[in-house]
């Protein structure tokens, strides 16, 4: 099955600073890669997501990049924001069957 | 519109007794997915329901987890014989396949405590 790994494990960035989180998958028909964002004590929630036709995607101050030959995507947040401080999780999956997820992130802005 | 909800939001059962929790997927929505969430970790797969299909139960722990949907609307999970690895928070999430969307809706999810 699916396996995926995330590093680093926990982040602290300086507030305008940029913050990248990477993850590796192991099934090269994974084709869906979406990442989602915990704050706590609240359900996850989608923040962006790329499929395996696309090498990069961007919204406003979030990026995703997928390099399907050495099977690995990364997030990067610019600019960031206190109220980007939360867990970020990234996962895999083969269409919308089930996703498997890494281990998280737990992102901390400085102000 | 309506999000994923699920009931109760909070469980304390005894060592040893059933629980039932439950999921109301967004209308429309064919697929159906439990995961579950131990404190300060991530999100385990435990069982996918997609339309009339037979169930990816690949992810339940133990024989002492099963899932059932009803159609495309209702899930619910139930634990036998809880045990206090069983306390985490159980989340549900539907997706729809309608214009080849993927996303995965949450809902809050239901804190089980086992005591």
């Known amino acids: 099955g699916e396996n995926v790994e995330q590093h680093p494990s926990t982040l602290s960035v300086q507030e305008g600073d940029s913050a990248v989180i990477k993850c590796t998958y192991s099934?090269?028909?994974?084709?869906?890669f979406p990442w989602y964002k915990q704050e706590l004590g609240k359900r996850p929630q989608l923040i962006i997501d790329?499929?395996?036709?696309?090498g990069e995607k961007k919204d406003q101050r979030i990026a995703v990049t997928l390099n399907k030959t050495a099977k690995h995507f990364s997030l990067h947040i610019t600019e960031t924001q206190p109220e980007d401080s939360a867990v970020y999780f990234c996962?895999?999956?083969?269409?919308?069957?089930?996703?498997?997820f890494g281990t998280g992130t737990r992102l901390t802005i400085i102000p | 519109g309506a999000g994923v909800s699920q009931s109760p939001s909070n469980k304390v059962t005894e060592k040893g007794k059933d629980v039932e929790l439950r999921c109301d997927p967004i209308?429309?929505?064919?697929?159906l997915y439990w995961y579950r969430q131990r404190l300060g970790q991530g999100l385990e797969f435990l069982i996918y329901?997609?339309?009339?299909?037979?169930?990816?139960k690949s992810g339940l722990p133990s024989d002492r987890f099963s899932a059932e949907r009803t159609g495309e609307s209702v899930s619910t999970l139930t634990i036998q014989r809880t045990q206090q690895e069983d306390s985490a928070v159980y989340l549900c999430?539907?997706?729809?396949?309608?214009?080849?969307?993927?996303?995965?809706?949450f809902g809050p999810g239901t804190r089980l405590t086992v005591t």
């Open positions: 996962a895999a999956s083969f269409g919308n069957e089930k996703l498997t």
């Open positions: 999430a539907s997706s729809s396949r309608l214009g080849g969307g993927y996303e995965q809706y």
């Open positions: 790329i499929r395996s036709n696309v």
């Open positions: 099934d090269s028909a994974s084709n869906y």
């Open positions: 209308s429309g929505h064919t697929a």
């Open positions: 329901f997609q339309g009339n299909s037979a169930p990816d």
